[in-house]
T-cell receptor, first 111, second 112 residues
């Protein structure tokens, strides 16, 4: 059974701080890793994808992948109130290349 | 210029009824999906179609039947609705086998 687990929330950070979101996955054969953001009442939207070990930066967002530890993280620098949302970790794996989502971490950035 | 659209946005119905949700994408993707998001926000895949062919059929009751008339459309028909079917249903699309998926706005189904 493929599982994706995220650190339990909710997570609150002050404006301007770094928010750190963590995710672990069980299928060692997983191929690709994604972070989706979901605002309340809205649909998930892709914000980051990462395929190889190391860091990937996109603006204020940095995704980190460690396949040996089966660990993915998302750092949000200079957090803004507009970053307040639920962040979903997703892992692509299996012959059917199925996307499995974690349960999400709700982030609140306090002004 | 809606990329992935779903209708209806809200659906309130009684137990035992049959209902359908429609999805259309104009992104030119070959693969479409149905996901269910429960009250705890857990997003779980139900079905995946690639160019009208069923690829993924997770363990969902037989009361749920997807239908893809062409690669731009994927509909979901639900028979004999139950209270536990209440959830938000999202349609999504992507290029085949890709995790970069584009989601529709969702259909909030409430069964009373």
């Amino acid at each position: 059974q493929k599982e994706v687990e995220q650190n339990s929330g909710p997570l609150s950070v002050p404006e301007g701080a770094i928010a750190s979101l963590n995710c672990t996955y069980s299928d060692r054969g997983s191929q690709s890793f994604f972070w989706y953001r979901q605002y309340s009442g809205k649909s998930p939207e892709l914000i980051m994808s990462i395929y190889s070990n190391g860091d990937k930066e996109d603006g204020r967002f940095t995704a980190q992948l460690n396949k040996a530890s089966q660990y993915v993280s998302l750092l949000i620098r200079d957090s803004q109130p507009s970053d307040s949302a639920t962040y979903l970790c997703a892992v692509l794996s299996g012959s059917a290349r199925q996307l499995t989502f974690g349960s999400g971490t709700q982030l609140t950035v306090l002004p | 210029d809606t990329a992935v659209s779903q209708t209806p946005k809200y659906l309130v119905t009684q137990m035992g009824n049959d209902k359908s949700i429609k999805c259309e994408q104009n992104l030119g993707h070959d693969t479409m999906y149905w996901y269910k998001q429960d009250s705890k926000k857990f997003l779980k895949i139900m079905f995946s179609y690639n160019n009208k062919e069923l690829i993924i059929n997770e363990t969902v009751p037989n009361r749920f039947s997807p239908k893809s008339p062409d690669k731009a459309h994927l509909n979901l028909h639900i028979n004999s609705l139950e209270l536990g079917d209440s959830a938000v249903y999202f349609c999504a699309s992507s290029h085949p086998g890709m995790g970069e998926q584009y989601f529709g706005p969702g259909t909030r189904l409430t069964v009373t």
